[in-house]
């Protein structure tokens, strides 16, 4: 009780709004705070301030945050810029009708202000309703007095910012909920990936600065362990650094995945990287068709690197496209999960990826990442996801605070439960998936003539695959969904997402389907490719020694493990087997 005590007496933060001109600020510094009482123009006055300069281009919003000591002088330093520079952000502040929100509060210190401005950066980056974000780079604190307010002081301000204009300020779990928020570069990093960090950019260095060539630095991180965050503050990280030295440097994130390359490219575009340098976010194929080994960048970045090809796949012609991107960059950063490998054109033999590791230990360059930041849940839930989708063991599931494992006996009752979490603000981003044991095709119709769409079908409730409903939009309709992560379009809570829809993203809530595929059998869960439609994990792939073998069992037991690792608070089970579905629900009892 003390501590909700603590908290409610944390007091209101000041927020004031005035027109973004040197007269409105004269004008508010003489005249309007000696109207306010001494604490409020103490504060103002004396205390650090956070302040954030906004005005609108194109009909979308563009800011810039800043933290000073002194309010009134740091703005009239902005507005001498506006008249003496022509190239940077303040001079919009002359054409723009701009407006600047000035934030005080009374326990404000440096390390506070600076605190607030990085979460402050990191929201607007992820809100629709902003073009851009002109801060160079965020300035995380780490130990300070009173860090243990921040989460406090920080909801009060932006409660307060909501409710002055909810377009630029919309619900702290609307941002949250954004895809591009979960792989923000401006989120304050663990000590985990503060080291990792730190290495990588401390290898990029050394590489650059001699005449090394194709390093490899290779990380090591299950699902859920920070490696997006990771990449894209490491990535935003070295072109800071580039801006601030002016040195020539080409730098590329690569991911080999559709809505995973949209969402780096909004924040590259947000962040005015892309306007800089150019195109450097890419997928694997164009990157190695438009670059040669006689001239290499200097760093890529390789999100999801398990979803690299291992063979050649329509306009990629080569053989791995990891050692193909190693032979066109200095050096290169591979972010991997071998559970995450889903397709035989994806698969690697143990001895090829040990290879890669043992490139990397070499130059000590490999690094692991332990800890598990999706999920709120403790060790015990993760142990029964783990046993489950690693070992084929079903363990009696652990209760737990703040997450949840419910087990449904029909997929009628766990759909209407994903809609009413959907409903909910703070748990929007909750949606039904499937194991792929349900045909699919984003060429062809489907063959029964009386259906519309491909549907993942249980008895009498049906429900049509990701991005079959978009199908019959009109332009404007496209356009407004365009962007968005599959599981941030409002029309997919009545659809089901596939491993390679939701794969990379979190959601609140994942109701997973378990298909035929899956099954249980004599204490052990068993993982059926006959029973699955998913064609790239069960078709032959040919291995080194030219031999042809099928990876179908592996292959979908790591499709159950991406999806039952979705769900930020929680994973809903319904089970097609019925002898899975029983053992679900005595191991839930």
């Not at 890529?300 to 990891?322: I, N, P």
């Amino acid at each position: 009780m003390q501590e909700e005590g603590n908290r409610m007496n944390i007091s209101q933060p000041i927020i004031k709004k005035i027109e973004d001109t040197r007269n409105a600020l004269d004008f508010f510094e003489k005249e309007i705070l000696l109207l306010e009482d001494k604490k409020t123009q103490k504060i103002i006055k004396n205390f650090p301030t956070v302040y954030i300069h906004n005005w609108k281009n194109s009909g979308k919003f563009e800011v810039y945050i800043g933290e000073s000591n002194n309010i009134f002088r740091r703005t009239r330093e902005h507005f001498d810029m506006a008249e003496n520079n022509a190239e940077g952000w303040q001079r919009k502040l002359l054409n723009k009708k701009a407006s600047l929100f000035i934030i005080g509060h009374e326990h404000f210190n440096k390390s506070l202000t600076l605190d607030i401005e990085n979460r402050l950066m990191n929201y607007m980056l992820s809100v629709d309703s902003v073009k851009s974000v002109h801060n160079s780079r965020a300035n995380p604190q780490f130990d300070y007095y009173p860090v243990e307010e921040l989460d406090e002081i920080f909801n009060k301000i932006w409660m307060k910012l909501h409710k002055e204009n909810e377009k630029l300020f919309p619900t702290e779990s609307f941002v949250q909920n954004s895809a591009i928020y979960k792989a923000s570069p401006l989120h304050k990093l663990t000590e985990d990936q503060k080291k990792a960090k730190e290495i990588i950019i401390q290898k990029v260095d050394e590489a650059l600065s001699s005449e090394k060539t194709e390093q490899l630095i290779f990380i090591d991180g299950e699902a859920g362990t920070g490696k997006t965050v990771l990449n894209s503050s490491t990535f935003y990280e070295l072109y800071c650094q580039a801006e601030k030295a002016k040195k020539d440097f080409q730098c590329y994130l690569l991911v080999n995945h559709d809505e995973q390359v949209t969402v780096y490219k909004q924040i590259a575009k947000k962040l005015g990287i892309l306007e800089k340098y150019g195109n450097v976010v890419d997928k694997p194929t164009t990157f190695i068709n438009n670059h040669t080994e006689d001239n290499p960048v200097d760093v890529v970045f390789v999100d999801e690197g398990h979803l690299l090809l291992t063979q050649g796949k329509q306009s990629y012609k080569g053989k791995d496209q990891l050692e193909d991107i190693i032979k066109r960059a200095r050096v290169t950063v591979v972010m991997f999960d071998e559970n995450q490998i889903l397709t035989t054109e994806q698969f690697r033999e143990a001895e090829e990826l040990e290879k890669y590791r043992n490139k990397a230990r070499e130059e000590d360059n490999y690094i692991i990442l332990h800890e598990q930041l999706r999920m709120q849940a403790n060790s015990a839930i993760v142990d029964w996801i783990d046993a489950f989708t690693k070992e084929r063991i079903l363990k009696k599931i652990p209760k737990a605070d703040g997450y949840d494992i419910k087990i449904f006996n029909s997929p009628e009752e766990l759909d209407l439960k994903i809609k009413e979490k959907a409903k909910k603000k703070k748990s929007s981003l909750s949606r039904v998936i499937a194991t792929y044991d349900w045909e699919y095709s984003s060429i062809h119709e489907p063959k029964d003539r009386w259906l519309k769409y491909w549907e993942v079908m249980v008895g009498k409730w049906h429900k049509p695959w990701n991005r079959e409903l978009e199908k019959n939009f009109s332009k404007e309709e496209k356009k407004q969904i365009k962007g968005l992560a599959w599981a941030e379009q409002p029309q997919t809570i009545d659809e089901v997402g596939s491993t390679y829809t939701i794969q990379g993203f979190d959601l609140n809530y994942a109701g997973v389907i378990l298909g035929p595929s899956v099954k249980y059998r004599n204490g052990e869960i068993i993982f059926d490719p006959t029973e699955s439609h998913n064609h790239k994990a069960t078709r032959n792939r040919t291995l080194g020694d030219g031999s042809k073998q099928k990876f179908g069992e592996l292959l979908i037991q790591h499709e159950v493990r991406v999806l039952m690792t979705r769900g930020v608070n929680g994973v809903y089970i319904y089970a097609c087997d019925e002898q899975l579905r029983e053992a679900l629900n005595k191991a839930e009892g």
